[in-house]
């Protein structure tokens, strides 16, 4: 069971240029989303949350949109630039009554900035 | 500089011939998590550590043991590694339980078992 969708393996868009990724959720208790990026060879890297009693996290190029009545989010990323051509996975943090943690990964989105 | 590392970066081993993939953190963090990266699956937790002596299993466990003895260090053990462990795997470390979303990742090992 998927609790965490990214639908989309690829996007390719022109520098300059708007990226959209999105995101699909199923289990209603997540109270974090998270966008993580990473490149070739390196370990994922933190980009941006966004807390689920919000719906919208700007921090510089980057902002991420949380729509909870449809579970999904999306990452905008305006303008594109070469340098974001890296796979970025969505990911939901889920604390348990138990109190454990865990952090549950899309597969992810290969985005490419064509100059 | 704050950093998470892994050791070894890329290995290749047998079946059945234990293994250990060290993970340490120089950020004080409370929180400790290793992960596997597959092709069309994304991460998927395997372990996690909430504090030292805490542990808990993530979602792919099986085959897998790790130990918090020490804040810095959690260790992922393959104690009978087979071919379908290989995989890239990353540690990671989030700042402390309430905070436990916003994770920082080792660089990764490659491990290939045959």
């Known amino acids: 069971d998927q609790q965490v969708k990214q639908n989309s393996p690829s996007l390719s868009v022109q520098e300059g240029r708007i990226s959209i990724l999105n995101c699909d959720y199923t289990n209603s208790m997540f109270d974090y989303f998270l966008w993580y990026k990473k490149y070739p060879a390196e370990g994922p890297t933190f980009l941006i949350s966004i807390s689920s009693i919000k719906d919208k996290n700007e921090d510089g190029r980057f902002t991420v949109f949380l729509n909870k009545s449809a579970k999904h989010l999306s990452l905008h990323i305006v303008p594109s630039q070469p340098g974001d051509s890296a796979v970025y996975f969505c990911a939901a943090h889920l604390r348990s009554q138990g109190g454990s943690e865990k952090l549950v990964f899309g597969k992810g989105t290969k985005l490419t900035v064509n100059p | 500089e704050a950093q998470v590392t892994q050791n070894p970066r890329y290995l290749i081993t047998v079946t059945g011939k234990k293994l250990t993939v060290t993970c340490s953190q120089n950020?004080?963090?409370?929180?400790m998590s290793w992960y596997r990266q597959d092709p069309g699956l994304g991460l998927r937790q395997i372990y996690y550590s909430m504090n030292v002596e805490v542990t808990d299993k993530g979602d792919v466990p099986e085959g897998y043991k790790v130990s918090r003895k020490e804040k810095r260090n959690f260790p992922l053990i393959l104690e009978s590694p087979s071919p379908n462990q290989t995989s890239l795997y990353f540690c990671?470390?989030?700042?402390?339980?309430?905070?436990?979303?916003?994770?920082?990742f080792g660089p990764g090992t490659r491990l290939t078992v045959t």
């Open positions: 990671a470390s989030g700042k402390d339980s309430r905070k436990a979303y916003e994770q920082y």
């Open positions: 950020m004080n963090h409370e929180y």
